[in-house]
């Protein structure tokens, strides 16, 4: 998959565009959200992707836990990655119904 496609794919899987090829959020809750940026990095013709989740302080929005998934995958790795993400926590919400 070319980098023209992450638009689409992670717009499919949910998640809401921010910067176009740059910034991507899904909100697992109010506090709670994966992030997946891209940018530019020397020697690579594409954007490399870094993916990690995020948690904030509901009173005064200030970060208190970050997760990074990996740092520097391309567009492939990042979308297969997330997508086996957001498989095994709908699983797991399947399971605890």
Do not use: H, W
């Amino acid at each position: 998959m070319a980098v023209d496609g992450i638009n689409q794919r992670l717009e499919a899987l949910g998640f809401q565009i921010g910067i176009s090829y740059q910034a991507y959020i899904y909100p697992l809750s109010n506090t709670t959200m994966f992030v997946i940026e891209g940018r530019r990095v020397k020697g690579y013709p594409t954007y490399r992707y870094t993916f990690y989740k995020v948690s904030y302080f509901y009173k005064d929005g200030r970060r208190c836990n970050e997760k990074v998934y990996f740092e520097d995958a391309s567009v492939v790795d990042t979308v297969r990655f997330v997508e086996k993400i957001l498989r095994n926590i709908q699983n797991k919400k399947e399971v605890n119904k």
